[in-house]
């Protein structure tokens, strides 16, 4: 990163950026997002750039909400192939899609740059910026294969992105002991977000927290604290701190006589502002609806938080047995589908201590475990007993085909029973969330060809070696 950044000049660095700096396990992303559109209420300009996208590439790179434009992307990147060439230097999808973004920041000449890390961190081609503020949001199993088998093992990965004298909040769920000492050691401060969970209201020993979101946007306040130095909550900022980006617990209303699909929270804020629109008269005096819930939610601790909240969003019936009495709760469907690498257990389990139905689907990545491989996986061992009768696969577990197939059985159970609520979760992965959308006809950006990252957890752990071995006999060379 640093060669092709000293071939390309300044105008492909933060030099000329103020940046924000975020990394860790869950709830990086969407703390990116409400730092960067609460810099924006305040009056700035802002460039985001996230990953992995939902439908299109151009997600990644924002400026001020709007996705860059594919000019933009073409005229841009052409320099960086030609310093790659030029050089010889390789460089990663990842690390090419970093060094467009910072052009693009320069380019649009944004007041903040607010960059997520893409994984990890020490390593991470987003840590070659120098941030005016670094956050490590939350640390988990995940990507072990990768970061390591223990949470200490990935937090001092993740802890890479520290700074010397550069401000580090950190959420609640973090090994303090491994990151303050790593903050010291570099003159950091060190600056500690409280949590928001409750133990009230377990639920089958999950923490009901509806509202872990709040931890993240007291992380977003602390970023807001130490950039702007003082600020004022005024609505449009409130408005922004507790807004979500796509996919995290996006919730859809689905209402089957005029086959209508709505963004609840989008409607909700158009209500609040006055506005009245086609899709407002549609829906208007319509009493049967399903709702639809899309959360990226990939990993144990994620479906942990992901299906606590969905207990106490939509409370079951009490039995299966007792769907005929809808008035005691929700009948809730599940749709997921996980990564080869994932703890596949732990995060069935979660989905069926909250769920009637399950079906198992593959997203279109290589790195997506075949839907049938997930269901005798489920079926297997201690959990053989919770899964019986509950678990499927449609169509092969294709995405667009079993969301349907679903939607068309809760559609079926919502007319045989005027009282009956039915709800619809698909999680699991980012790779499947366009193709649930393509089902459930959700307009979305989309690219000609498929522009994602290819490689295998395998592959990384072997790049990453290659780097250690290769900083260490640089150091090496430094000390004779």
Known sequence: ????????????????????????TNGKGSTCWKVAKSLEATGNKVGLFASPHISSFRERITVNGVPIEKEAVEELMLPVIHACVENDIPATF???????????????????????????????????ITPEVSVITSISLDHTKILGNTVEQIAAEKGGIIKPNVPLIVGPNVPHHVLKPMAD?????YVKVESAATNANAINGIVANPDYNLENVAVAKQVLDKVLGSWEMSAAVDASL???????????????????????????RKQYL??????????????KYIDIVLDVAHNEDAFCKLFSKVAVNYPRLPTSKDRSNSSKGWNVTTVMGLSTEK??????????????????????????MDAEELFDHALSQKMHDEMDGKARVINSGEVEATVSDVLKRATERLSQNGETKEVIII???????????????IPQLLDPVDLNERFTEKDVAASMAAADKKEATTLNVNKN
Do not use: W
Request: hydrophobic share 40%; aromatic share 8%; with cysteine.
């Open 1 to 24: 990163m640093r060669r092709l950044q000293g071939a390309l000049g300044d105008a492909y660095t933060d030099r000329q950026i103020k940046t924000v700096h975020v990394g860790g």
């Open 94 to 128: 990842f690390e090419l899609t970093t060094l467009l973004t910072m052009g693009y920041f320069n380019h649009m000449n944004v007041d903040f740059g607010v960059f997520e890390v893409g994984l990890g961190g020490r390593l991470d081609s987003t840590n070659v």
């Open 185 to 189: 050691s570099l003159q950091s401060e």
């Open 242 to 268: 507790n807004s979500l980006p796509a996919c995290r617990f996006q919730k859809f209303r689905y209402y089957p006589d005029t086959q209508t699909t709505v963004d609840v929270l989008e409607q909700q």
């Open 274 to 287: 006055g506005g009245e629109d086609a899709t407002s008269d549609i829906i208007n005096n319509q009493t």
């Open 343 to 368: 703890d596949v257990e732990s995060c069935v389990n979660h989905a069926v201590a909250t769920s009637d139905d399950i079906a198992f689907v593959k997203a279109a990545s290589d790195r997506a």
């Open 427 to 441: 999680c699991g992965s980012f790779f499947l969330m366009a193709e649930a959308r393509a089902a459930l006809k």
